[in-house]
C-alpha cells in the first residue's frame, strides 16, 4: 500500500484556494488549523487511499465531543467529500467512493 495522499477540505470562501487559511468547516471563521477527518479509498479498479484533512478551527475542534457540534462536522465533511475528485499517479482522476 503506498503513503496515501493528502486531501484538504473546506467550504469556498474569499480565501485563495492555494492559501493556508479557509473557513472553518463548522462556524466559518478563518482558520490555519487542519484536522485529520478520516481515511476513504477513491477508485475502483485502480486504488487511491486519501487521507482527509478538514479545516477546522481550535474552538470547534474542542466542541467536537458535543454530539450536535460532531454531526454538524460530519455532515459537512461528507457533503464535501462527494465533491471531491482525486488525481491519482497517471494523472487519472477518481470520483468520491
Ligand atoms: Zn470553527
Redesign the pocket.
Given at each position: 500500500m503506498s503513503t496515501p495522499q493528502k486531501f484538504d477540505i473546506y467550504y469556498d470562501s474569499k480565501m485563495p484556494n492555494d492559501g493556508w487559511l479557509q473557513s472553518?468547516?463548522?462556524?466559518?471563521?478563518i482558520?490555519s488549523k487542519l484536522h485529520f477527518y478520516k481515511n476513504v479509498t477513491f477508485g475502483t479498479t485502480i486504488k487511491v487511499n486519501v487521507d482527509i484533512y478538514s479545516y477546522?478551527?481550535s474552538?470547534?475542534k474542542k466542541k467536537l465531543n458535543n454530539k450536535d457540534i460532531f454531526e454538524i462536522y460530519e455532515t459537512n465533511c461528507e457533503e464535501l467529500i462527494t465533491n471531491i475528485t482525486i488525481k491519482d499517479q497517471s494523472n487519472q482522476s477518481h470520483q468520491s467512493p
Open positions: 472553518c468547516i463548522v462556524c466559518d471563521i482558520t477546522l478551527c474552538t470547534c
